[in-house]
């Protein structure tokens, strides 16, 4: 990684550097030949004044070096022009080029048109001059121009290949950092942080998240850790118990009524167990992700009822009233497996804790899509300080793990896991001495295929239903 991120500034830095340097030579190449232009175009314009003047030394008043053929109106070679320069017409620049010679030099060499007139009462005539000048200062100062600029261009490419390496390095040291501490994480180590204070500003969200993700899963590894502790002293209860009357049985003969007796008590304590066992299987696949198969269209309707009726004979022994308050013909989306677990359980919890000739209110609705149901009892209510811990597992409110009285203390913790495994929620309100309400919210509609622009006429059909019985609900 620092070394891919060295190579990409190190190569962008240097095409840059190139570039200028490249723009620079052409700059200044384009600068100094332009120069040397008109320094040539000068002397060629002065040239018809000086060989007017001076034939014979003509090539004495010239530069070194300089050379020039001059041409009349018909391509003929010429001496000396007749006449000199007009002043009404500037010399025109037919051609520029460079000329290589034999001993490896080279001549810069322009083509000029002149315009020139013997006296004032002579027509103007046409004259070519071909000019030529050594070019070997312009080529020497062009080549120490390119040596240096290669020796900047090489000595920028190692200063921005060190500078990248160093850059690199630096920004990834934090990161280099984190993952030294992400490497010391494991199930024992979960209250380690990621710094996120030390962390650049980009990096700080990412931080966070990762700090976020390991608080969820240490309280997970925690709850799963007091899970499995109240788990084994859930089992090892019964076991202990059958065990002992076993022993006790067995230590001397006894009367077959004796034995029928230690195996009802065995009997009892296996009951037990095998129902701490199946609510242990049933939190188990609360806790599996629902599959599409098992969310069906169900009359909701129907199965309160059927709930409802299964508490009243629970009640009829505290005198309860059980009080239905749902529309008939109430149609949704849902697990019937697992919302029947849960209204079970909520109206088991509420009979158990209602006073004597009290009541229950269950209560459903559909509303914007979702399938609302609360179970409301008159019993003593919840302590503020335990309202947090009730949906645990094998939590009870006075704080001990046994099971003599029946309850296994799962009973709240299966209506929050099945309730979370439809994607919904469950959620409690208690007041000391006014009783408690406890509200479910579900997903009432279609679950979402993996082509959601498809819904087959079935689901269409049900959407409509789930809309008009949430509209029947609210005006009932």
């Known amino acids: 990684m620092t070394r891919r991120i060295a190579l990409a500034i190190l190569f962008s830095a240097w095409a840059v550097v190139l570039v200028a340097l490249v723009v620079i030579y052409f700059a200044t190449r384009h600068t100094m030949v332009a120069e040397l232009d008109e320094s040539i175009i000068m002397r060629a314009s002065a040239l018809p004044q000086l060989v007017g003047v001076s034939q014979e030394n003509s090539s004495a008043v010239l530069p070194p070096g300089d050379r020039y053929m001059i041409r009349n109106e018909l391509g003929q070679v010429i001496a000396r022009p007749q006449g000199r320069l007009s002043s009404r017409a500037s010399p025109s620049v037919i051609n520029r080029k460079f000329v290589s010679l034999a001993d490896g030099g080279r001549l810069r060499s322009i083509t000029l048109n002149l315009s020139l007139r013997a006296s004032e009462d002579q027509p103007e005539q046409l004259a070519t001059i071909v000019y030529s000048a050594p ?249 503020p300080d335990v309202l947090p811990h009730i949906f645990q597992p094998f939590y009870r409110a006075d704080g001990s793990h046994g099971s003599s009285d029946g309850h296994l203390g799962l009973g709240l913790f299966l209506i929050q896991s099945h309730a979370k495994s439809m994607g919904g929620r469950c959620e409690v309100q208690s007041t000391i001495g006014a009783g408690s309400i406890f509200r479910v919210e579900l997903p009432a509609l279609p679950p979402a295929s993996g082509n959601s622009a498809t819904i087959n006429e079935e689901d269409a059909g049900a959407a409509s239903d789930v809309i008009e019985s949430s509209r029947v609900a609210m005006e009932t």
């Open 135 to 383: 070019a070997n200062a312009l080529d020497n100062l062009l080549k120490r121009m390119t040596i240096l600029l290669c020796a900047v261009g090489l000595g920028g490419g190692l200063l921005i290949g060190a500078v990248a390496w160093h850059v690199s390095r630096a920004a990834l040291r934090p990161l280099r950092q984190t993952a030294d501490v992400i490497g010391t994480i494991d199930e024992r180590k979960l209250d380690r942080r990621v710094e996120a204070t030390a962390l650049p500003s980009e990096l700080r969200p990412m931080a966070e998240r990762l700090n976020e993700m390991l608080a969820r899963l240490e309280r997970e590894f925690a709850q799963r850790k007091q899970f499995l502790a109240d788990t084994a002293h859930e089992l090892r209860t019964p076991v202990a118990a059958i065990l002992t009357h076993l022993e006790v049985t067995l230590r001397r003969p006894r009367e077959a009524a004796a034995l029928a007796d230690a195996l009802r008590t065995s009997l009892s304590d296996v009951q037990l167990l095998r129902r701490l066992v199946d609510a242990l299987l049933e939190q188990v696949r609360s806790d599996r992700p629902m599959a599409a198969a098992q969310t069906t269209r169900i009359d909701v309707s129907a199965l309160l009822e059927q709930c409802a009726t299964l508490a009243d004979a629970l009640a009829s022994v505290k005198n309860v009233q059980i009080v239905r308050k749902f529309p008939s013909g109430l149609r949704a989306y849902a697990q019937p497996v697992a919302l029947q677990s849960i209204v079970t359980n909520l109206l088991a919890n509420a009979v158990e804790y209602s006073h004597a000739d009290g009541s229950v209110e269950l209560t459903c609705r559909l509303a914007g899509g979702q399938l609302e149901l609360s179970v409301k009892d008159n019993g003593p209510g919840i302590s």
